[in-house]
């Protein structure tokens, strides 16, 4: 079949009915699967044949979340992972070891700027930092030991957007593997393979999902990712003989490489694997984030435009609006004008912030965002709190921040709650 249209691979791509011939994507609630005979479960251990062997390696319902997604962020093959957190830890662990390091930028995901900064730091990787605004600063961070280059499409809580384009050049001219959280912007409004990115990774516990239901991850690899890999001395463990899976040399593999590794070893022995019904869950959420991305998007840019008419508000970041430094990065890598759902705005301080926070009444407090309930956050004294005051300014995050996530109600009462909250102090 030809490739089909993005919105039409929401809907179809990755599932062939079987013999119950099902509409919906039926949920394989099984732990294991029947081999046919001795021969059969040894060929499927030595990768002989593919097939399914035990779901912390696979399931058929995860399968078609894995395959739908890719088809929708224009990559050749998907993991699904129990968390987005854990999905970036399987990107990271899959290129750098202990001893090695990699260059993120510093405007990221609080639970990813822990996770760099301390997590694989105790494992003996050293996480090194550059502005997002500024990839020329990668130049210096790069030597022999890099393995990988991280930073979000969208960036969360901070709401910047990254010039993916400069970022990959430096990359290719190192032939160091980028990896893109992609999880603010969606597949709908970015698309990062388009800009030489190798690797994306998602929570899908926001968008995905869309209303707050699971939590879940994955990551997409591009095609033709093998030509970086293949020879390349920055990535022994992709070349040399895999000790853990009797001597596999993964770029010998006619397979999408960098999945099926995380698969092979990762999966396999850290075991953060997404349920059946989770990732049955994400493949309904899918069927309509294309309609929602629109509608996230529009009722943001509404709130972000009242907001920066609104005297107590210091500064509005949305990357919508024409006033932000983000804005042609915006026009660039997002598609059809849509930027998100996230705006954030800043008040003169973090008791102010408090007020402004529990004086709405439609926005819930919750440190979550892509649900389509409208939420509001105060990353400052939540998300950030392990933060010291330089840290927070340096990835962003003043403390008189609020951030956004503008869900799916009506846009006047949304701006009317925003609005009473903001007069009330
Ligand atoms: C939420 C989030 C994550 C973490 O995902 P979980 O599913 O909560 O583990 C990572 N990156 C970004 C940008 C996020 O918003």
């Not at 779901?55 to 395959?67: A, H, I």
């Not at 430096?170 to 190798?198: M, R, S, W």
Request: charged share 20%; glycine share 6%; with cysteine.
């Amino acid at each position: 079949m030809t490739i089909l249209k993005q919105q039409t691979s929401a809907l179809h791509a990755g599932y062939e009915k079987d013999s119950q011939r099902t509409m919906a994507v039926p949920i394989y609630q099984t732990t294991a699967y029947e081999f046919r005979d001795v021969e059969h479960a040894a060929n499927l251990f030595s990768l002989k044949e593919l097939g399914n062997i035990y779901t912390r390696l696979m399931n058929p319902t995860t399968d078609v979340f894995e395959k739908r997604f890719a088809a929708l962020e224009g990559g050749e093959a998907a993991i699904a992972a129990a968390s987005g957190m854990s999905a970036i830890f399987f990107a990271i662990a899959n290129c750098a070891e202990a001893g090695d390091n990699i260059i993120c930028a510093s405007q990221l995901y609080g639970g990813t700027l822990t996770q760099t900064q301390h997590t694989l730091k105790r494992f003996g990787i050293e996480a090194r930092f550059f502005d997002v605004h500024k990839p020329a600063e990668i130049e210096a961070l790069v030597d022999e030991k890099t393995k990988c280059i991280f930073f979000e499409s969208l960036t969360n809580p901070s709401i910047d957007v990254a010039d993916i384009s400069a970022i990959t050049a430096i990359a290719k001219k190192h032939k160091i593997i980028t990896i893109v959280d992609n999880t603010v912007a969606t597949p709908i409004l970015c698309q990062p393979f388009e800009y030489g990115v190798d690797v994306t990774v998602h929570s899908a516990s926001k968008y995905t999902t869309g209303q707050g239901l699971a939590i879940g991850g994955i990551l997409v690899e591009r095609k033709g990712l093998l030509e970086v890999l293949k020879g390349n001395p920055r990535y022994p463990q992709f070349n040399e003989p895999d000790a853990s899976y009797h001597g596999l040399v993964y770029v010998d593999v006619p397979l999408p490489v960098f999945t099926l590794r995380i698969r092979l070893s990762l999966l396999r022995d850290i075991g953060a694997v997404v349920s059946p019904f989770n990732s049955w869950l994400f493949i309904q959420g899918m069927e309509h984030l294309s309609l929602r991305m629109k509608e996230h998007s529009a009722n943001a840019l509404a709130i972000a435009q009242f907001l920066e008419s609104h005297p107590k508000v210091l500064k509005v970041n949305y990357p919508g609006l024409k006033s932000n430094s983000n804005y042609a990065s915006a026009q660039k890598y997002f598609k059809n004008g849509m930027s998100s759902g996230l705006l954030s705005f800043e008040v003169a301080d973090m008791e102010t912030a408090e007020k402004i926070v529990n004086a709405t009444e439609l926005y819930s407090l919750v440190v979550n965002i892509g649900d389509s309930k409208s939420i509001i956050t105060h990353p400052a004294s939540t998300t950030h709190q392990q933060l010291s005051s330089e840290e927070l300014i340096k990835c962003g995050v003043p403390a008189g921040l609020i951030r956004i996530s503008a869900g799916l109600e009506d846009k006047d009462d949304l701006i009317d709650d925003i609005k009473q909250a903001l007069e009330s102090i």
